[in-house]
Every structure is written in C-alpha cells, then in structure tokens.
C-alpha cells in the first residue's frame, strides 16, 4: 500500500508531504505516525505541507487527527509551511485548526519545539542525526 | 461555451477533479488565491458526491457574461438518496457522517454563487459559480 514516509530526527519525526493525497493516504499517514511516536518515544512531530496547494476540510481533520493523536503520546505538532492562499482559503471556509501549532517554515518550526520542549543543545537535532548515522 | 464532464466515482477521482479544476482556473487567469478556493470547494463538493450522493459526475463549464468577464461554473450531481433538510445540511457544523459539517457551507462562502437541489431517493445537484 502507499505510504507517505516519516523521517525520524533525533527526538522529532518530519513527515513531508509531497503529493496531492487521496483520503485513504491521509488515514494511512494518521495511523502510521500514531505507530512510529509510540515505537519512536518521538517528542514531536513536525508536519510540511509547503507542497500542498490546498487543504481541504478531510485534510483538516486528519491533521487535527494527528495532533490530538499525538498529544495523548505526550508529542507536540507543528505544521510548517502553509501557503498564504491556502491559509486564507482555511479560514474562508471554517476550518480554525484548534489546538494545532504552525510555523512559516521547517526552521522556525524547529526551533519552535526546541523552545517548548526545553531540548538542550546535546539533544540538538543535528547531533543526533550525525549519532544515528 | 466549454464543456467538461468528470466521473466521481473513487477516491482518485477526487484527486483527478482538484487537478482539472486547478488547471481550468489557472488557464481562465484566475489569481492564485482564488485558484485554491475555487479547487478547495471542488474538493469539498467532489467527496459529498462520493460520500453522500454514492457517486455522480462532475460538469465543468467555462462562462463569459455579458462585460466579457469570464467565470467557470461546478455541477456536481448525484442519483443519491438526496437531502432531506437542505437548510440544516448548510448549517456551519452539521454532519449526518464524520465529517466536520463545513463542506456545504464552506464551500458556498468560498465560491460567487450556490444553488443545490436535491430530492428525496432521486439525487442532488450541487452548482457553484465563480467570476474573475
Ligand atoms: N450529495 C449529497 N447527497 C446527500 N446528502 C448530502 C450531500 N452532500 C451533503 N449532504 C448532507 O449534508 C451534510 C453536510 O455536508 P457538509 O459537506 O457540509 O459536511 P460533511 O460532509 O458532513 O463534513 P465535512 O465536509 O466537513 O467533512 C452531510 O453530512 C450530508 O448529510
Ligand atoms: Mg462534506
């Protein structure tokens, strides 16, 4: 079955979202990243959708989805990248996002996290990536 | 004037009705914010007449008025059970699924005009229109 992939950084997972999904691609992510944060221990999860030109109200609800997911594994979501069209297109339609965190890009997104989970330098992303490897 | 028919039969068909209509409003000059809410109501409309209509098709249509503005017109029909309450079925969060219950109404604040038609055990037409 087609997956989307989830790259584990250190104590974060980045899922990239790249193609126009249909509704079961979306499900599948849903129920993979709930998999991974509970294998993983992840603290976060950051989600960019800069490649996706719109987000629909299916859309919506499974990054809603992921994010309340994941706060019951003690994981934060933040969603990075929304275009400007697609975000004034959100709120035209109705959609609030309550209660998911968004940054502009992947950086601020980092640094967002690395804020509020109070990571100290050593669990810095870049060294555990260069641990791993 | 230009006349296109889509099947919305699975869920790829969404994905095919997103990709045509974004490709129609850009080849129409829409901006790049109405593109995306003229593709997000396609979107919404598109999974209803899966969800709820039990598949149907799309018509696209390509208008000009009578100050040679140009605007692209959405029908989506179904042979579905229909809506019983078409006032309640556009209420800001009403769902008879899982949905969120934005669909409808989001798409109605998203598009210039709305008309839907629906009967019981017969079907339901849903027709948006936007000008540029
Ligand atoms: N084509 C249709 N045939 C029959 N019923 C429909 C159709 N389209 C919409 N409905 C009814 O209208 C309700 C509201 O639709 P709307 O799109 O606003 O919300 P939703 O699909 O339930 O949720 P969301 O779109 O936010 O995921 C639906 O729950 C359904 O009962
Ligand atoms: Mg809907």
């Known amino acids: 079955m087609e997956r989307i992939p989830i790259l584990k950084m250190g104590s974060f997972l980045l899922v990239t979202i790249q193609v126009d999904m249909h509704d079961q691609l979306a499900m599948n992510l849903q129920e993979d990243l709930t998999n991974r944060i509970s294998a993983t221990g992840a603290r976060a999860v950051l989600i960019d959708i800069s490649a996706l030109d719109i987000v629909d109200s299916f859309i919506g609800r499974m990054l809603a989805g992921i994010a309340g997911m994941a706060k019951i594994l003690d994981a ?58 | ?24 409003t850009a080849k129409l000059g829409f901006g790049l914010t109405d593109q995306t809410k003229i593709t997000t109501a396609a979107s919404e409309l598109a999974r209803n007449t899966l969800e709820y209509g039990l598949g149907g098709h799309l018509e696209m249509e390509t208008l000009k008025n009578d100050l040679g503005k140009s605007g692209i017109r959405l029908t989506f029909i179904d042979q579905g059970p229909g809506i019983a309450d078409i006032a309640l079925a556009l209420t800001d969060g009403f769902t008879s699924g899982k949905g969120m219950g934005m669909g409808l109404s989001g798409s109605k604040r998203l598009m210039n005009e709305f008309t839907i038609d629906s009967e019981m055990g017969k079907g339901t037409r849903v027709s948006v229109t936007k000008w540029k």
């Open chain 2, 1 to 24: 004037m230009n006349h296109e028919e889509l099947q919305i039969r699975t869920q790829s068909d969404i994905v095919l009705v997103r990709k045509a209509v974004r490709e129609l």
């Open chain 1, 76 to 133: 934060k979501t933040v969603v990075v990248g929304m275009q400007p069209a697609v975000a004034i297109t959100l709120v035209e339609l109705g959609l609030s996002l309550d209660g998911i965190h968004t940054a502009l890009n992947v950086d601020r997104g980092m640094a967002l996290l690395r804020n509020s989970l109070e990571l100290s330098d050593d669990e810095d992303l870049g060294a555990e990536l260069a641990n791993e490897s």
